[in-house]
């Protein structure tokens, strides 16, 4: 529909993104990785490092929930996450893991300026960041939550993270 004024894809390939990646490690639901993929289109991520078993493009089950965001987003794989976290902090990113650790900060406590570059580590959905990778960061992140259950599907977190960090990064 052109009257949304969306970029096509070359366009959003050369348009400004946010400074942050999301390091996806060992995520089993080739769902979970296109809907990611997806997050990162509209909230313009400037990429996505899959880390470990991680699923990655081109596959129909990540299409089927990405619906076409995985050629628009920049990605790189990695085999070993920790050798993709030593990378990033070489390339000047704070890795920020994306888990219910002690301690952590609470979203509603962040703070950040919006240009430093930050890498959110995601863990899997059943295990979460595993503990060597929780080490590597520089701290971590989680969102309050009031329910019986203590966790949100990682592609949900993912989506709320990318919000806000797009909108400070953008405000």
Not at 18 to 34: D, E, K, M, Y
Not at 109 to 136: I, M, R, T
Not at 140 to 155: F, M, R, T, Y
Request: hydrophobic share 45%.
């Amino acid at each position: 529909m052109p009257e949304l004024n969306r970029p096509d894809l070359d366009q959003f390939k050369n348009n400004p993104k946010i400074p942050v990646v999301a390091v996806l490690c060992n995520l089993r639901s080739l769902q979970n990785v296109g809907s990611i993929f997806r997050s990162a289109d509209a909230f313009a991520l400037r990429e996505l490092v899959l880390c470990g078993f991680t699923g990655h493009p081109p596959h129909r089950d990540i299409h089927k929930s990405a619906l076409g965001a995985e050629k628009a987003v920049s990605w790189r794989g990695w085999e070993h996450p920790e050798e993709a976290l030593i990378h990033l902090r070489s390339e000047g990113y704070t890795l920020v893991a994306v888990e219910q650790a002690e301690p952590s900060v609470s979203l509603t406590e962040w703070v950040w300026d919006g240009h430093q570059p930050l890498a959110f580590v995601f863990g899997n959905e059943v295990d979460g960041v595993d503990s060597e990778l929780l080490a590597l960061c520089d701290w971590a992140l989680e969102i309050p939550q009031w329910g019986s259950k203590h966790s949100l599907n990682v592609s949900v977190c993912a989506g709320i993270l990318f919000w806000e960090a797009a909108r400070r990064a953008m405000g």
